[in-house]
């Protein structure tokens, strides 16, 4: 009996261990997954994006670079090619500022057209399902953002708690264990001392005890020598030496046999109380689990019924959910057009105000002229604009004349001007020729003698 409950026992405490391992093995294999899941995911599509997205940023950073500064002259062609050229000058600010809000509203606008065009909510039927994939990246990406944070979070407080300690190492030496630590320390201790003092009576004990039989024994063997050799001597004197050491002999080889034999019995009675307790186990674990399958049954039909009303439950939950962020996406989708409209109209009211500005900017530049014009002071008429104007007509005019005056001189010397080039031209001709035939007489070897306007040449 004594040794079926402890071979129970036994069984018990292996299956308890299998267990824990198994569960375990479950729980670090679901985390490693959950892991490389999560790395997955940031490695083919969260830093994809976030890579591009910087290429996108250093394109453009590298164009921006690329282009030369804007001076005064691109500002005014410019404005120029937005139609804001006015006799009337500008504010520098708002002639820079005009024409940007101009081309960005346009841009926005044809995006805006071309976005409705495209896409019409009420005509896509794949609509839900592309916002229910926008929603489950979005939360993604939230969710890979928090771990990120989590994880740089968590580097820089286990580098800050290995400085610690580095730091505290540096100054007691070790590691100073805390209050429940050096409670559980001490007690630790306290018991490890008693054992050690147990353990170390029971050697003395021990030690004492081996040094009583130590001398016994060494006592035996003196009187079984003597013994022995007054046997020999009593063998010797009957005639029959080597007696006692054949019967010694004969003793010892019965008694291998005996134990032998018993070593054989006993080994035939272990193997059949060993089939006997096998058996009985088995009828006990068979009486063990028929009522557990009796109750297993009703219960593997209730798990059934509920599996069905669990998939039944989750069907109407993932319709519900898909129906509410349908119904979410289009009240997002409304909200997102609302705010475009708002800011088309903010953007708007902008440019009207712009607009007024300029308006009373002009406004005031009419009534200022008007009040210089109608001034009797001769000093306010001069600074108005129109006899600003009228004095640069007449200055462009009277430059028209003169030009008009130095044409018409230089049409009728156009004649004898035209006479005196083809004269030169000739004379240059006649002067070439004289030269080129001066050149051949002196190949010739010939000398020319040059005296009072005649030629002479001498060979």
């Avoid at 580097?155 to 070790?174: C, F, I, M, V």
Wanted: aromatic share 4%.
């Amino acid at each position: 009996m004594t040794g079926n409950s402890g071979l129970k026992s036994w069984s018990g405490l292996m299956m308890v261990v299998l267990t824990l391992s198994f569960h375990a093995n479950v729980g670090l294999l679901q985390r490693l997954e959950e892991e490389t899941n999560v790395t997955t995911y940031i490695v083919k599509q969260k830093l994809p994006k976030e890579l591009e997205a910087r290429q996108v940023e250093v394109q453009i950073l590298g164009k921006v670079l690329s282009e030369p500064a804007m001076g005064r002259e691109d500002l005014d062609i410019l404005n120029s090619k937005c139609g804001y050229m006015s006799p009337i000058p500008l504010d520098p600010a708002l002639t820079y500022v005009f024409p940007q809000l101009q081309v960005i509203n346009g841009e926005i606008n044809q995006l805006v057209e071309r976005h409705l065009a495209t896409k019409n909510p009420s005509e896509d039927k794949l609509a839900p399902f592309r916002q229910q994939a926008a929603i489950i990246a979005r939360k993604k990406e939230t969710t890979a953002e928090l771990l990120g944070e989590l994880r740089g979070k968590l580097t820089s407080l286990n580098d800050e708690l290995d400085e610690r300690q580095n730091q505290l190492k540096e100054l007691a030496g070790e590691a100073v264990l805390g209050g429940e630590e050096f409670k559980r320390y001490v007690n630790k201790l306290r018991g490890r001392s008693s054992l050690y003092k147990r353990h170390r009576a029971e050697l003395l004990a021990l030690k004492a005890e081996s040094g009583v039989l130590t001398r016994t024994i060494e006592l035996l063997h003196t009187r079984n020598d003597s013994v022995l050799q007054g046997l020999s001597a009593e063998e010797m004197r009957h005639g029959v030496p080597g007696f006692q050491v054949a019967r010694q002999k004969l003793e010892q080889v019965s008694v291998e046999k005996a134990a032998v034999d018993q070593e054989k019995g006993k080994t035939l009675e272990d193997i059949s109380s060993l089939v006997q307790q096998l058996s009985q186990r088995i009828a006990s674990k068979k009486a063990q689990l028929a009522p557990i399958i009796k109750e297993l049954r009703p219960l593997r039909e209730q798990h059934q019924e509920l599996s069905a009303e669990y998939e039944k439950k989750k069907k109407l939950h993932d319709t519900t959910a898909a129906g509410l962020e349908s119904s979410t996406g289009k009240l997002e989708q409304e909200v997102k057009s609302l705010r475009e409209e708002l800011e088309e109209d903010e953007s708007q009211c902008y440019m009207l105000e712009a607009q007024c500005v300029i308006h009373q900017v002009r406004l005031d530049r009419l009534t200022e002229e008007i009040k210089f014009y109608i001034s009797s002071n001769p000093g306010d008429k001069a600074r108005s604009l129109r006899e600003q104007l009228s004095a640069c007509i007449n200055e462009q005019e009277k430059v028209s004349r003169q030009l008009k005056e130095q044409q018409q001189l230089v049409k009728e010397n156009q004649t004898n001007r035209v006479r005196q080039v083809k004269l030169w031209s000739n004379l240059h001709k006649l002067l070439e020729c004289k030269k080129k035939c001066l050149q051949e007489t002196q190949q010739n070897s010939g000398v020319v003698h040059r005296e009072r306007g005649a030629e002479t040449l001498i060979l």
